[in-house]
């Protein structure tokens, strides 16, 4: 069975720091693009980055450009998200999801999902 699972959400305050992870298990996701999401209440699921299999392919939405960071390790199949000067309006529920092609902000284009990891930004 294909899974993802992220961890590493919480509470921070505002121009704190959260290090998100996403453990793939059941498939080898070498070569799959990686991305994150999130989804806030009331709020539709929007991009926030996402990573190409050959690493040297990112894309990150504007209102996270400059602060968050994403990475992977393939061997490990797992993928991060540094995430720096966080504010409120980034609280959301975060969700790993992998992709067979580079369509970063193409929901669609995402088969296989985690089931999220909340991350609260005080004020």
């Known amino acids: 069975q294909v899974q993802l699972v992220e961890s590493g959400g919480g509470l921070v305050q505002a121009g704190g720091s959260l290090r998100l992870s996403c453990v793939a298990s059941?498939?080898?996701?070498?070569?799959?693009?990686m991305g994150w999401f999130r989804q806030a209440p009331g709020k539709e699921r929007e991009i926030v980055a996402a990573?190409?299999?050959?690493?040297?392919?990112?894309y990150y939405s504007d209102s996270v450009k400059g602060r968050f960071t994403i990475s992977r390790n393939s061997a490990r199949n797992t993928v991060w998200l540094q995430m720096n000067s966080l504010k409120p309006e980034d609280t959301a529920v975060y969700y790993c999801?992998?992709?067979?092609?580079?369509?970063?902000?193409?929901?669609?284009?995402?088969?296989?999902w985690g089931q999220g990891t909340q991350v609260t930004v005080s004020s």
């Open positions: 999801a992998a992709a067979r092609t580079f369509q970063p902000s193409n929901v669609m284009a995402y088969d296989v």
């Open positions: 059941g498939r080898t996701f070498g070569t799959y693009t």
């Open positions: 990573i190409a299999w050959s690493v040297s392919n990112t």
